[in-house]
């Protein structure tokens, strides 16, 4: 390996580094947000009852049953 070598860095990766350096609460920010959004405590009796309120379709759905 040769003295002057130097790892390569993308672009995106330059991009995202200078992002959280002018904007060091971005990531608290991200993390809030998916909170809001995705992480929540489940329902087990809500999806067991929508599962069992499905109906189950046909093999062939153009055809009428008889």
Known sequence: MPLFWKPYK???TSFIEELKAKKPTLESEQ??????LWDRAQDREAQADWRDAQVRQQAYV???KR
Not at 31 to 36: C, F
């Open 31 to 36: 993390r809030a947000g998916r909170a809001l």
């Open 10 to 12: 993308s672009e995106v």
């Open 62 to 64: 153009y055809q009428t």
